[in-house]
């Protein structure tokens, strides 16, 4: 299992060795034709911010190349905010006395059929972490529930086994999405500081048993402000790496959220700015071309029309984090939204930086049987 191998150690010299990085090693890097992980360093340097320029022209010309000029949009769907554990940083932690909702099989329907009228394909259902309210069978008959309304099926909800997750594919998920949260591990226990989230190796294996489970695409990421940017960059390319070579006939994608400041007195730790945020962007592309990119609706809208052209290739729309939160609304939200346009809207931009908007680029019935 990937928890075995990850070296912490590593990882930090690796950040060591990128801040040291010569402005002659990155203009070096970036006149290559072929790059791997170990250029990631390179890329992400203090001295490679600077070519900030040229990571993003090449990055544009390697997406171009792979995607074309798609953009793939999908909508979350909440179906609990019932959460066991207390994390520092999360709208849903126990800690907060507010009124939970875990929806029933018609309010799931409602809002599914709502949300498939509004013209959205791919959908990705979210929950807070609470094995009570969330078990494997109350996910499978939501699934089944929604299958039937939309071509793709993610699900992004507490670390199960494999044979749960095998489960849930039966009955009709095809996507995983596992964010570690952060790769450090003394910061992991400092912000998870009760419940089933405070296991932080078992978090890291739950992407390994969705592989060995069967999913066609799985999603990773690191909650960008919880501890150094480079040190969460490089953790995460080590574990892309492992993915790809152990489970390579799975499609990988990777996100960067960026915390938002919570209820409660939670505020960033680690702030990452829009540059660096660009920076990391354009580097993933570059070293990891056939890598999807997803850009959430936590950034503001300014900064997702001006990056969606530099590597993203599938974006959300429209995002609302309370359960029934498209038909009534009335409960609290995980984090805030900074981005509230219209699916017409996000389309209309996309079409303007002429990219190509699709709600749907894959359907469930490909999934071997």
């Not at 938002?260 to 570059?286: C, N, V, W």
Request: proline fraction near 4%; include cysteine.
């Amino acid at each position: 299992m990937f928890s075995q191998q990850f070296n912490h150690n590593l990882i930090k010299n690796t950040v060591s060795q990128s801040l040291l990085t010569s402005e002659t090693d990155v203009k070096k890097c970036l006149n290559k034709t072929q790059f791997s992980s170990q250029d990631l360093s390179i890329l992400l340097s203090p001295n490679a911010e600077q070519q900030l320029e040229t990571l993003a022209q090449k990055s544009v010309s390697i997406t171009r190349q792979r995607f074309g000029n798609t953009m793939q949009l999908f909508i979350p769907m909440y179906l609990s905010n019932e959460c066991f554990n207390t994390c520092t940083y999360c709208g849903f932690s126990l800690e907060y006395k507010y009124k939970r909702k875990t929806l029933n099989k018609e309010e799931i329907k409602q809002e599914a059929e709502l949300l498939a009228q509004k013209g959205f394909k791919h959908i990705l259902l979210l929950t807070g972490e609470s094995p009570k309210h969330v078990s494997t069978p109350y996910l499978e008959e939501a699934i089944q529930i929604i299958t039937p309304l939309f071509s793709s099926v993610g699900i992004e909800v507490q670390p199960l086994e494999q044979d749960d997750y095998q489960t849930l594919i039966k009955a009709g998920a095809d996507k995983l999405t596992i964010y570690q949260e952060t790769y450090h591990k003394e910061s992991y226990l400092k912000y998870h500081t009760f419940g089933l989230k405070r296991n932080f190796n078992n978090r890291l294996d739950a992407v390994e048993k969705g592989a060995k489970a069967g999913f066609y695409q799985i999603n990773i990421g690191a909650l960008l402000g919880l501890y150094d940017w480079r040190y969460e960059a490089f953790a995460m390319a080590n574990h892309l790496d492992y993915l790809m070579k152990t489970f390579w006939k799975v499609k990988y994608a990777i996100s960067f959220p960026r915390i938002q400041d919570m209820i409660g007195t939670f505020h960033e730790p680690y702030p990452i700015s829009d540059k660096h945020l660009t920076q990391l962007i354009t580097a993933f592309r570059i070293v990891y071309p056939d890598l999807g990119i997803t850009l959430s609706t936590r950034e503001p809208k300014e900064l997702r029309d001006n990056i969606a052209t530099l590597g993203i290739t599938t974006m959300s729309a429209e995002s609302n984090t309370s359960p029934a939160g498209y038909t009534d609304g009335h409960y609290e939200e995980q984090f805030q939204i900074n981005d509230t346009r219209s699916l017409k809207s996000i389309i209309t931009m996309l079409k303007n930086k002429n990219l190509d908007p699709v709600t749907k680029d894959w359907d469930m019935s490909l999934m071997p049987h």
